[in-house]
T-cell receptor, first 113, second 115 residues
Framework: KAGVTQTPRYLIKTRGQQVTLSCSPI?????VSWYQQTPGQGLQFLFE???????NKGNFPGRFSGRQFSNSRSEMNVSTLELGDSALYLC????????????FGPGTRLLVL | GENVEQHPSTLSVQEGDSAVIKCTYS??????FPWYKQELGKGPQLIID?????GEKKDQRIAVTLNKTAKHFSLHITETQPEDSAVYFC???FGGGGGADGLTFGKGTHLIIQP
């Protein structure tokens, strides 16, 4: 079974721009979560989608948003980029049962200049 | 919200020795505790997890223990090998696999296996 895939793997943007990252979950998984990883703050939960609905959201500003499509693929968008948004953005997928484990993709490395 | 503390931040052990990483959590409602291993340039990989109805779980050289009363859990790696060198993260969540609530991670432990 193929793992979680994320595109693009690397991205360079400038301040004020916006960016869209994509995540394809493991086949059959309906839950997709997004995390931000930085050296200073570590791994932080952004939001989670299940069957196209956002079920939970972490403590991030409204510039961070996401969506999920009917095929469970998900995108996250960051508008008006700031230097502090430079990070590794990780996507994780899980099945639909309440006790399912999360499996992470390789991440998208975003650099904001 | 949940807060997870992880210690030590760096751990250096001789190959063949054991390594222990400890985490504490703050929310007594948390009921799922996974451990992830992250190698350079890769996403976190689940190595073992434990749920609050279990006190200990073992998978070959890796074991995790959970003390709900004290709100701490630990990762034990025995007979360490060079390929165990990586950053290890503990996490906690409520609601099972962490899908709905999101995982709260510790800051990570850089495990170095000395040959």
């Amino acid at each position: 079974k193929a793992g979680v895939t994320q595109t693009p793997r690397y991205l360079i943007k400038t301040r004020g721009q916006q960016v869209t990252l994509s995540c394809s979950p493991i086949s059959g998984h309906r839950s997709v979560s997004w995390y931000q990883q930085t050296p200073g703050q570590g791994l932080q939960f952004l939001f989670e989608y299940f069957s196209e609905t956002q079920r939970n959201k972490g403590n991030f500003p409204g510039r961070f948003s996401g969506r999920q499509f009917s095929n469970s693929r998900s995108e996250m968008n960051v508008s008006t980029l700031e230097l502090g948004d430079s990070a590794l953005y990780l996507c994780a997928s899980a099945g639909q049962a309440p006790q399912e484990t999360q499996y992470f993709g390789p991440g998208t490395r975003l650099l904001v200049l | 919200g949940e807060n997870v503390e992880q210690h030590p931040s760096t751990l250096s052990v001789q190959e063949g020795d054991s390594a222990v990483i400890k985490c504490t959590y703050s929310d007594s409602a948390s009921n799922y505790f996974p451990w992830y291993k992250q190698e350079l340039g890769k996403g976190p990989q689940l190595i073992i997890d434990i749920r609050s109805n279990v006190g200990e779980k073992k998978d070959q050289r890796i074991a995790v223990t959970l003390n709900k009363t004290a709100k701490h859990f630990s990762l034990h790696i025995t007979e360490t090998q060079p390929e165990d060198s990586a950053v290890y993260f503990c996490a906690a969540s409520f609601g099972g696999g962490g899908g709905a609530d999101g995982l709260t991670f510790g800051k990570g432990t850089h495990l170095i296996i000395q040959p």
